[in-house]
Structures are given as structure tokens and as C-alpha cells.
């Protein structure tokens, strides 16, 4: 089907084109009579007005760019949540890229950003992407780096202590006399991952005799959780870790799953702990003591971060938010 056109609508309205341009942008430049002939033809044909012409007499696009690692993840779906509620109370929406645990989608998602011309970006960096964020500053759009933090000191970050939380959630272990430790999560070179890890080596280090096993996967999925728990099933009891940290929920809970169908008692004979606290945590087969990271608060603090760039007001505060971790303790550690 054709669309409608602008110049349809003059043909129909029995005017020129500016008259029609005039008559549904700036209304007070014509007869009320002419905006209503106007609009009634408008109606009648079913216009919409281009977004991108709308946006280049503004003179401003109305949008934030947000790129997040993979919004399967509830923890992002509700980072972004909270960006939007910071961006609908300014008047803005939200273009959202889904990276995916991808590099080049994620640099897909920053180029647009620039293409559209964005007027402001929020990141959660799955890669390398300091080239790219510093190409957006050149092109005068302002960037908050979120659930991660900017060393070089270039980019406001809103971020979450990721060490802490990984020292939380083994200290928890080893209070409850667990020793043989694992850590399950992506790949090291993921920031946040890394990070987790170290928390978690150092509440090790700290007790005699614990120890703790990374173990890798490419995919955090809670299908991959399973296979991860059925394997650590299948090994020898004296073999088999007896507390396991993984790097965020969906890998805990599919773990929990996999254990389980193998006959394991959780947490009798192995305790599980959980990272972002998604909602599903609490209601797992074995509700799922986890790291609680205000994903939704991360996701809003962002946004006004950004929107004070945006206006002018943060002033030469680079602003930096780190969020403390807290533990949601549930019966996949101490039981019912």
C-alpha cells in the first residue's frame, strides 16, 4: 500500500504544500479554518508525519540510546525499566540494542546511535568499546556508562561492587562450613564477571583448608545451568563441589534443576547461591539465595545522570554511583 504523503493531503485539502506544513506545525501561522480543512484531510487519508522530518525541525531526536548485554536476562529487562521511567518523566524514550553477548551487535547498536543522533547513551559494555564511546563524545552526544564504571575516568558510570558481591556470597558458603567451592559464570574477560570471581577468591584465601573451582561457559543461560548441574552430579561425592556461586540467577536456578534431577539435596549436600536477585529467585523449585543488585534504581540513576548532561545542570561533576551488594538468603543454602 502507497503511503500517504504530505502531498496528498494538500491535493485533498485544496492547498499548497507549506500551507499544510504550516497548518501541523505551526498552527498559529494560518486561519483556524485552513488548520481544520487541513487536519480533516489529514484524517481522512490516515497522514502520519515522518518521525525523522518531525525530529529535524525540532532540532532534537527525543531519544536515549541504551545498549544492554543481553535483556533475556530479567536483570537487564528491569535496568532498562528504570531508565525509562527516568526518560518518560523528561519527555524522552528509549532506544534500546540488545548486544546479546556480542561485540559486533554491540557496535551495530552504538553506530545507529550515532546515525540517529541519539541525544544521549547509556551503556552496559559487554566489549571493547572505548573507540566507539569516545567517537559518540566527539559527535557532542553524552554517554553514562551503566553496571560497569569507566577507569580512564572519561565517562560518569553508575556501577555495582561486583567484588564485594562475590566475597558476599562465598563468605555465606564458608559460614555455613562449605569448603570445596565453585564459581560458574561466563567468560573471564566480562568485567563483571572477573570481578565476582576475585570477591569470591578472597573470602577463600581467607579460610584454611576452602577451596574454590572456576568453571567457564559461553552462555548464562539457565539451560546450560542444568547441564552444569548434572555434571557436577554425576562426579564422585569427594570430588563434587558442596557450595556453588554462580555469576547471575539463571545459571543458579538451571544448576539447581540439573542437581536435583541427578538426586542431589540442596542444600544438604551442595548449597547454591544465585547473583541480581531476579524475581523468579524466590519462587525456584528450591527458592535461590542470591546477590541483590537494585537493577531497576541502577537503571534510573543512569537516565538522570545522562538527562543532567543532557541540560547542562550536572555542571563538572563527572559523577560516579557504586551500589553496594546485599544477600536475599532463601532454603537453597539454609534450607526450609
Known sequence: MKRVGIRDVAERAGVSISTVSNALNRPHMVSDALVARVRDAADHLGYVPLQAAQQLRAGR??????????????????????????????????????????????????????????????VSPFGETGPWLERLRRRGIPVVLVDSSDEGGTFPSVSFDDVAGGRLAAEHLLSLGRRRLAFVGAREEVRQVRERLAGARAAVAAVPGATIEPLWTERTTSERGQAFGQQL??????????????????????????????????????????YDDIEFAAIAAVPLTSVRQPARLMGRSAAELLLARIDGSAGTDLGNVVYQPELSIRASTVGA
Open 61 to 122: 531526536s527525543g531519544l536515549l540510546g541504551m545498549t544492554v548485554i543481553n535483556i533475556a536476562n530479567p536483570f537487564f529487562a528491569e535496568m532498562v525499566a528504570g531508565a525509562e521511567d527516568a526518560a518518560s518523566a523528561a519527555g524522552l524514550r528509549v532506544l534500546v540494542g540488545n548486544s546479546s553477548d556480542d561485540t559486533a551487535k554491540e557496535r551495530d547498536h552504538l553506530e545507529l546511535f550515532e546515525r540517529v543522533q541519539v541525544e544521549g547513551a547509556l
Open 233 to 274: 552430579a554425576d562426579r564422585p561425592a569427594h570430588e563434587r563441589p558442596d557450595g556453588l556461586v554462580a555469576s547471575n540467577d539463571h545459571l543458579a536456578i538451571g544448576m539447581l534443576h540439573g542437581l536435583v534431577s541427578r538426586g542431589i539435596r540442596v542444600p544438604d549436600e551442595v548449597a547454591v547461591v544465585g
